[in-house]
């Protein structure tokens, strides 16, 4: 039985990618898909009797990433799925010469027993990820394996699905997993992106942003209320605080661009500018940003200046075209009054004020206590009021009904 049979929702992050020109050929995925495999099976027969930082593997972890990384350039996608006797790689069945038959159905038989029934990442696996997948392959799994396999070393981007391969999954539950895991790419992205830019580091690509914002608009499209729901996560720990709030300031402009009736480009625009708007911190002291309550002028300096810093990074080694101006715009413009105390009024485009009344309804920042989604729209309307378009505060107060 195909995915394709037994998955009528589509599964966790699965498209069809036959159709574009400028995606990969069925024949370049077909060899992709067989060099992540014997890299695996590499892998795998090589745990046996090695540990994970062992020399021995890093030829098929490199074969492993090249593939991955080209998959995920082609389909924005990497998902191998096992089935009761083949593998698939992104909806597409793998096949194998006959000296590689018998090395394709060990692995298989492999990740069946250990109850792993996909290997799915739509973002670039960090060097950390691929070994930990050495530890996933080794004699000492453990027991229970979750969706970021072992809780105890979580892996970052890649997504498990576990459990029996034969039984059909409830479409219920996968689209509930789809939510989280697009929702928690998202908020890693951000955190990921904050980090390299205080070092100087590299980043992810753009795309990979793209492509996670591109399913954000999509999974709005299909369950509205649903969608909105994730807006209510809140950080378990301070240093993602970021990657929640940006990734819940994404959630509430997508669905705010959806209800004013704007077009699923310019909602991909606004999702992309909602990921990258607080960036700027990256150029913030830590000890300030540690701070708690009210911040000295010197301070206030620091975080006047990150917006941007924020826009800076939007199109930071990039070709610079229409879209990333509006990005990088929204994402400056959101952090300006609409009414100044002193001077002409700022024109801020619509982008920018969107995410304006997006951006105050979120979580704790590590200077400001947080407030309540009704608390938060109070303020708007009343000592804040000159933040904000009133306008669209009317109307966001009934598209964030469901979260007061």
């Known amino acids: ?93 793998i096949r194998f010469d006959a000296g590689s038959v018998p090395l394709a159905a060990n692995l298989r038989n492999e990740l069946r027993e250990r109850g792993i029934r996909a290997i799915v990442t739509h973002l670039p696996p960090p060097d950390t990820d691929l070994r930990l997948l ?74 990979a942003a793209s492509r996670m914002v591109q399913d954000l608009v999509d999974l709005q499209g299909a369950a509205p209320l649903r969608f909105l729901r994730l807006a209510r996560m809140k950080p378990d720990q301070p240093d993602r605080y970021w990657g929640i709030h940006a990734a819940n300031v994404a959630v509430l402009a997508v669905t705010f661009g959806a209800r004013l009736g704007l077009s699923k480009r310019r909602r991909h625009d606004l999702g992309m500018a909602a990921l990258f708007h607080d960036v700027g911190i990256a150029a913030i002291p830590a000890n300030v940003l540690a701070k708690q309550g009210k911040l000295d002028q010197k301070d206030r300096g620091f975080l006047d200046a990150s917006p941007l810093f924020a826009a800076r990074a939007i199109l930071r080694d990039r070709e610079v075209h229409g879209a990333a101006l509006e990005r990088a715009l929204a994402a400056y413009e959101c952090h300006l009054d609409m009414v100044p105390k002193e001077g002409a009024p700022p024109e801020v485009g619509l982008g920018g004020r969107i995410l304006a009344i997006c951006e105050s309804l979120t979580t704790d920042r590590p200077f400001r206590r947080a407030h309540s989604p009704r608390e938060a729209i109070g303020i708007m309307t009343t000592e804040q009021l000159f933040r904000f378009d009133p306008a669209l505060v009317d109307l966001f107060v009934k598209v964030a009904q469901p979260l007061l």
Not at 54 to 80: H, R, S
Request: hydrophobic fraction near 40%.
């Open 1 to 93: 039985m195909s995915p394709r049979d037994r998955r009528p929702d589509g599964g966790v992050l699965s498209q069809v990618f036959d159709v574009s020109g400028a995606q990969a050929t069925r024949e370049r995925r077909q060899q992709l898909g067989r060099d992540a495999v014997m890299a695996l099976n590499a892998i795998q027969r090589n745990a046996r009797n090695y540990g994970e930082d062992n020399k021995v593997f890093g030829p098929p972890i490199a074969q492993l990433k090249a593939a991955v990384m080209e998959l995920l350039g082609a389909d924005g996608l990497f998902e191998l799925e096992i089935t009761d006797d083949e593998l698939w790689i992104n909806r597409q069945a």
């Open 134 to 207: 050495v530890r996933l392959l080794s004699p000492a799994v453990p027991r229970t394996l979750g969706p970021r396999g072992d809780p105890s070393q979580p892996l970052k981007t890649f997504v498990l699905r576990t459990g029996p391969v034969a039984a059909a999954p409830d479409p219920a539950s996968e689209r509930m997993t789809r939510y989280a895991t697009v929702y928690a790419s998202a908020a890693f992205f951000v955190n990921h992106t904050i980090q390299q830019l205080r070092v100087g580091g590299e980043l992810i690509p753009l795309w």
